[in-house]
């Protein structure tokens, strides 16, 4: 027997436990060893019942995602279960912790299934472009339902033990000191009441006479929420053909499907989404081990709406935070819109108001310069700045930080263009500050660009990189540039989305296209939102400075200057009703935009939408590679993780980097070469690192 599964006896119990950590993923030596396990069982003539479970912190979390795209090898789990199914001895499976994909599937072909309180129970393989494909879309519907089925499926959302139970899927849920206990009372209890046993591929009852319009129905309202995916409706087609087909036909027909989603780029992509966003906190470089500083107390500066934001953060999972500004009409702003966002929060369900208060407790406003607040300095922890991005002012609240924290405090800016070795040369301890650069709405969004200056030390980036992980947002490790990593490449998004309206495109094509290829919004709708005015101010301040690669005065700048700043004020590029979060076309706009191409004497000329896409999406890729080059971004998923994570960058196309390679980059550098002809302008000059690996015959993937 192998070490990943071992077979041992308690009393009339043989025992089957799996040992193969983190998650207990069903590896091919899992397969084998649980096939051997099974077999010794059957052989032990003093086991009357078996159990199976784990060791470790949870149930078996699925198959071994790390073995996809590999060919497949023997034994498959769909034979792994079949012959658990069919023991002549019953199994019970002991649950604890996470019992997901095929896990579960694996738990649904034993006799009983037993699970600790709080075990949460599921099948995810939707969220990574699959289908579960080891009987799952067989056996859950008979157990729990058809339309309880096709939700689980289809949103692979996990139900916990007493749901589980209510809804046929579990036989029991066990207040034991362990799974094993739990399994254990459970098949003494079989083994005295001499419980039949029915397997789930035997149960009809609750998938006969299913209404047939169920499933045109259910794909509708898939269609309105994931349009672009693919494999929810290979879930539909797989749980529909447990309806329809006898139980082994059904078991073929999942398989197809499986194998269908398996080949598809979505789950490519999804697989890289979810494996890159783990990899993305092991920075390189960073030793293993290096010290985690303290993170008891908090204090921000700067009560606006990003300030606000990042204070709910860490009062989310119970830090103290002193939110600090000079004015009190700030402070007192600040407050409501803190609890509004949290009430927001109740009226969805996801917070209740006795835990609204205690969040509200921990966040404690405070004005500069006032005894209370210069001891909360004092004090803190980290002490993250979030104030107007101005250099001057974050130079001297810098100064004066280095002047009343205590020695070891973590000293962080959320600038978003300023540069962090200027702000950390205002301090006689560099190495303390760091960029911890939140995306709007803080609380809300996954990203944080943690920006390591050239001096920052290894246990200060540790510990900014382990408190991204504890407030739930995906950190990933940036150097020192304008805009850093995502902002850079969103600007030569933005210029190129400008640029083809200024030559014959409409906002909502651009947008549109941009929509089409999975963003949630396109760069226009998404300027509105943020407010034309930042991206103005921005552009202006890019100008007077003289940068060379500032844009020159469009068409968005002088709807920005006319005081239209988008959703905030019911019009920006589009317009909108009163309160209302629709972009309209706008005439006006129009109109504004043909007086801009008159001035500059264009003739506005048809726009396809496959030069949106390139031009948009390619200059980003362009851009993106040159951030390797410099070091700003250590590996390319970096760079994917921070556009799934902060810019909507469709998850199942992997990110632009991965996406990138899944193009191929010799048909991207003809493309980026052909618009540096035809349109000039240094951002469209070939990187040269996409120009070598298209050369080489290489991918971002092999860097
Ligand atoms: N296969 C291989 N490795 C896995 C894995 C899996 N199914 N699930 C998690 N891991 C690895 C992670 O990559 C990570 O590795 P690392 O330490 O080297 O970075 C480690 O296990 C710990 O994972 P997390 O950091 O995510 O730990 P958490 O405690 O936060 O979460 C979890 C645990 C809830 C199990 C979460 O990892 C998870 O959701 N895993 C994926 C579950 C899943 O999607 N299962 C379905 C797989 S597809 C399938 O079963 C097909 C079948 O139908 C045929």
Redesign the pocket.
Known sequence: MNNEVRYAREGRTGVITVNFP??N??SVAVRAGLLEALEAGLEDADAEALVLTTAG??FI??????E?GKPPQSPI?GDVIARFEASPKPVVAALH??A????L?LALGCAFRVALPGT?LG???V??G?????G?TQRLPRLAGVRKALEMITS?DPVDAAEALELGIIDAVMDAPSALEAGLHFARQVLAEKRPVRPARERSERIAGTDPTLFAAFREELGARVRNLFSPFRCVDAVEAACTLPFEDGLKRERAL?LECMASPQRAGLIHA??GE??V??VPGLPAGTPIRPLRSVAVIGAGTMGGGIAMCFANIGIPVTLLDSGREALDKSEAAIRRAYEGMIRKDRLTSVEMDSRLTLIRPALSGQADSEQALAEADVIVEAVFEDLVVKREIFARLDAVCKPGAILATNTSTLDVNAIAAATHRPQDVVGLHFFSPANVMRLLEVVRAEHTADDVLATAMALAKRIGKVGVPVGVCYGFVGNRMLHQRGREAIALVDEGASPQHVDAVLTGFGFPMGPFAMNDLAGLDVGWRIREERRKAGDSDSLPVTWLDRLAEGGRFGQKTGAGVYRYEPGGHTPLPDPAVEALVEEHRHARGITPRPVSDQEIQERCLYAMVNEGARILEEGIAARPLDIDMIWIHGYGFPAYRGGPMFWADQVGLPGILEAVRGFHDRLGGTHWRPAPLLERLAAEGRGFRDL
């Open positions: 983190p998650v993923a069903l912190r949870t979390a699925g198959a071994d995602i790390r996809f789990l912790g996470t997901l994909g095929g896990g599937e949460k099948l995810p393989e969220k990574l699959l289908l579960p494909g080891a799952g692979g499986f979810f494996l783990r990899e906190a092991k």
